[in-house]
């Protein structure tokens, strides 16, 4: 069985500190990784998948499949980063995706 | 482009009455899910659609909900009796290729059962 681990549910951080969201997954086969985020009345959307490879607002994660992470940074956070973030993995038969428990991050002036 | 609709936003009900949510995917979307968030707990899948076809029902609590998608293009859940523990989020998201793909989430249909 698939699984995603976000140890933090919130993370408090100054404006222009880095922040790091941590991520762990258990899962036997390849998986895909993604990090989706919810701002405050907003849905659900992806914000970056480590297939891409891309620097999404800053934000960057790493497959370590080693240490089976996919951790997301940004070196500089900003106010506007104040949101829900999920961390989710899709399996090889890509039918669904399993999210961790989401972590808040909220930016303080 | 509209995204993912789904109707009600807001549904309260009393325990054991039924409820049937419904959700537009995106216009070509093969693929749809439905996830729920009990409070307090993750998103969890519920199943995912191709086309008009359940590929994987996996994440069905029981047999009191009831998925259709018929003629592959809107979906309705339906909850039949409802009971309290059914309380919580319910997304429905899209895709144009399988859960590997981005996957396009409406706004959640919140549904209170009293």
């Known amino acids: 069985a698939q699984r995603v681990t976000q140890p933090e549910k919130l993370l408090s951080v100054f404006k222009g500190a880095p922040v790091e969201l941590k991520c762990n997954y258990s899962y036997s086969g390849s998986p895909e990784l993604f990090w989706y985020v919810q701002y405050s009345r907003q849905r659900l959307q992806l914000l970056l998948r480590h297939i891409s490879r891309e620097s999404i607002k800053g934000f960057t994660a790493d497959l370590n499949k080693g240490e089976t992470s996919f951790h997301l940074k940004k070196p500089f956070a900003q106010e506007e980063d104040s949101a829900m973030y999920y961390c989710?993995?899709?399996?090889?038969?890509?039918?669904?995706?399993?999210f961790g428990g989401g972590t808040r991050v909220l930016v303080k002036p | 482009e509209a995204g993912v609709t789904q109707f009600p936003s807001h549904s309260v009900i009393e325990k054991g009455q039924t409820v049937t949510l419904r959700c537009d995917p995106i216009s070509g979307h093969d693929n749809l899910y439905w996830y729920r968030r009990v409070m307090g707990k993750e998103i969890k899948f519920l199943l995912h659609f191709v086309k008009e076809s359940k590929q994987d029902e996996s994440g069905m609590p029981n047999n009191r909900f009831l998925a259709e998608r018929t003629g592959g293009t809107y979906s309705t859940l339906k909850v039949q009796p409802a009971e309290l523990e059914d309380s919580g989020v319910y997304f429905c998201?899209?895709?144009?290729?399988?859960?590997?793909?981005?996957?396009?989430f409406g706004p959640g249909t919140r549904l209170t059962v009293l």
């Open positions: 998201a899209s895709s144009l290729r399988d859960a590997r793909d981005t996957q396009y």
């Open positions: 989710a993995l899709s399996d090889s038969a890509g039918n669904k995706l399993t």
